[in-house]
């Protein structure tokens, strides 16, 4: 299986700023990353595919990006609403996820 | 729109079998790719079914013959059944749809979209 490690596995902010969150593939995926975001007690949601591509909705202040086997998705002007666990997932072999980065409020 | 809506019991005693099903909306399960995926209590997402009708079924190796999964085209409906439950069983289940394409675009691989809201299993005796 394909191991994808993320970085940090927690991270605090204040609403505004911007973060980064760091996803490292152990062979290359190509740019078959997708980036989820879950709040507690639900399910995940889709932010990005194929790496860059944002799903329908998302706001534009979330950019992924990436190839073979590093990634990152970046928070630009963080809401309050964005306080959430992130997960990276490749889906190039059979699908696996990061560990998740817990983003929390400062 | 597809929409996804999960049911099923989610207090069960060690050695019963779990079973789930998936209420799906918006697009034929006969045309879809179907994915399982445990969160155990205060971790992350782990992949644990993968099934469509013309690919058949994977699952992952620790559950070792246990995960059956299957649709059902006249309800439109996807099922997961596991047998013979440990407290390791204990998690939030999600149903979700893998699909490549989006708004008239299709890609190589795929990525996760609709999910479940999730059905919480507790297995304790």
């Known amino acids: 299986d394909i191991q994808m490690t993320q970085s940090p596995s927690s991270l605090s902010a204040s609403v505004g700023d911007t973060v980064t969150i760091t996803c490292r593939a152990s062979?290359?995926?190509?740019?078959?990353v997708n980036w989820y975001q879950q709040k507690p007690g639900k399910a995940p949601k889709l932010l990005v595919h194929?790496?860059?591509i944002l799903h329908d909705g998302v706001p534009s202040r979330f950019s992924g990006d990436g190839i073979r086997t590093e990634f990152t998705l970046t928070i630009n002007s963080l809401q309050p609403e964005d306080f959430a666990t992130y997960y990276c997932q490749q889906t190039y072999s059979s699908p696996t996820f990061g560990q998740g980065s817990k983003l929390e409020i400062k | 729109q597809v929409q996804l809506q999960q049911w099923g019991v989610g207090l069960l005693k060690p050695s019963e079998t779990l079973s789930l099903t998936c209420e799906v909306s918006?697009?034929?399960?006969?045309?879809?790719?179907w994915r399982w995926i445990r969160q155990a209590p205060g971790k992350g997402l782990e992949l644990i079914g993968e099934f469509s009708e013309n690919a058949g079924s994977d699952s992952d190796a620790s559950l070792m013959n246990r995960l059956t999964m299957s649709v059902d085209t006249t309800k439109n409906q996807v099922s997961l059944r596991l047998t013979s439950v440990t407290a390791a069983d204990t998690g939030v289940y999600f149903c979700?749809?893998?699909?490549?394409?989006?708004?008239?675009?299709?890609?190589?691989?795929?990525?996760?979209?609709?999910w479940g809201q999730g059905t919480p299993v507790i297995v304790s005796s």
């Open positions: 979700a749809r893998q699909t490549s394409c989006r708004g008239g675009s299709c890609y190589s691989y795929g990525w996760f979209d609709p």
């Open positions: 062979q290359s995926v190509n740019t078959y």
């Open positions: 194929t790496s860059s």
């Open positions: 918006g697009v034929s399960v006969s045309t879809s790719q």
